[in-house]
Each structure stands twice: as structure tokens, then as C-alpha cells.
């Protein structure tokens, strides 16, 4: 059974920072991309930031220079590093693994408030 579990969220200030994770069981964590998607209320759901097997990212234009994607193969984790946070960066966070075309797994999301 795949299980994508997200940590980490919570309340914080703006200019504060937070720092999610995803464990993940189940799957061969090594050979997936994982990505950080987050979904606003009345939004629709976006990609954060991504990282392939290979440690190759991307990042969405709002986020860039103030998150960092990481993952530790070792651990069957991915981190999301969050920076400088805005009170528009108020969201759902969810962990995504994808492998190809064929496998695309979701976690349950972890809530992160920024209040101003």
C-alpha cells in the first residue's frame, strides 16, 4: 500500500518559515519525481516545486528564491523549505510522486497559514 505522508504545516508569520516533509512507503522512492503541489481555497491546485530522481528541479515562479525542494533516498523523503513566507502562500500543501506516465500517488496534505 502507497502511503505519501505530509508534515510539517502549521501556523506562522509572515517572513517566518516552515519546513514540510513527505514520507513515503510503499513505492521504490528512489526512482520517482516527487513534487509539492498546494491548493488555495476557491483555487485551483498548483505546483510548488518538483524534483526528479535524478535531483533535477523546478519551481513555480511565485516561489523561486524562497523554497527549497530536497529528498533524502535514504529516508523515503522529500522536504519543502519555506522561506520568507507571504500570507498569498496560505494553502493546502500536498506531496505528489510520479513515475512516468504510468503511477501518480497523492498524499493527504498538510495545512501552512501565514498570517500578516
Known amino acids: 500500500q502507497v502511503q505519501l505522508v505530509e508534515s510539517g504545516g502549521g501556523l506562522v508569520q509572515a517572513g517566518g518559515s516552515l519546513r514540510l516533509s513527505c514520507a513515503a512507503s510503499?513505492?521504490?522512492?528512489?526512482?520517482?519525481?516527487m513534487g509539492w503541489y498546494r491548493q488555495a481555497p476557491g483555487k485551483q491546485r498548483e505546483l510548488v516545486a518538483s524534483?526528479?530522481?535524478?535531483?533535477?528541479?523546478i519551481y513555480a515562479d511565485s516561489v523561486k528564491g524562497r523554497f527549497t525542494i530536497s529528498r533524502d533516498n535514504a529516508k523515503n523523503t522529500v522536504y519543502l523549505q519555506m522561506n520568507s513566507l507571504k500570507p498569498e502562500d496560505t494553502a493546502a500543501y500536498y506531496c505528489?510522486?510520479?513515475?512516468?506516465?504510468?503511477?501518480?500517488?497523492w498524499g493527504q496534505g498538510t495545512q501552512v497559514t501565514v498570517s500578516s
Open positions: 510503499g513505492i521504490l522512492f528512489s526512482i520517482y519525481s
Open positions: 524534483i526528479t530522481a535524478g535531483g533535477n528541479t
Open positions: 505528489n510522486a510520479k513515475y512516468r506516465l504510468v503511477t501518480d500517488y
